[in-house]
């Protein structure tokens, strides 16, 4: 992309950097778990909301420790800062995690993401990652669609990460991956 530049910032320059996490989706993917004799069903099914749902939190900091040795980059566009990402290489499972991927407003649908995404799974093939893994919230559905495009799967649910009513709120916590 003509213009776009991504560069590895060391953490130490970022120390007192908030993440920004908004997003709006007129969608969520409705999560519903039923017990059976032998087991469990798991559904997920994509609903509307009854408005625009708007997520805007912006209370994390980027860096922190249980983020580990994480890399991260920023993406300009033109000179601009446009995004971020970061990521670990976590050793014990040799999987990457994609801790944020951020692309600000107004810089959205203009290939930041995937180029952010490319240098991800180029940097996975770097250090003989097996896979990628990232966390999405089952309420953002334009992020589900994009990590479908880059071909991430469902591998996981957590119902109640975020708050013991994450269901009801339609806010599931769901692990995707990419097995390389």
Known sequence: MQGLEIKRIPREE????VTIFSYESDSYYRVTINEKNDGW????KRKE??????????TDKLVHDFKGDSEIYLAYLDGKEAGQLQIEFQEYNKSIRVWDIDIWPGYRRKGIGKALMDLCKKR???INARRIVLEVQSSNSKAIEF???MGFKLIGLDGSHYCNDDMDRGEVRLEMAIHL
């Open 14 to 17: 970022l120390i007192d950097r």
């Open 41 to 44: 069903s798991i559904d997920l």
């Open 49 to 58: 909301f009854p408005q625009t749902f708007i997520k805007n939190d912006s």
């Open 124 to 126: 996975a093939v770097d």
């Open 147 to 149: 990590y479908l495009a």
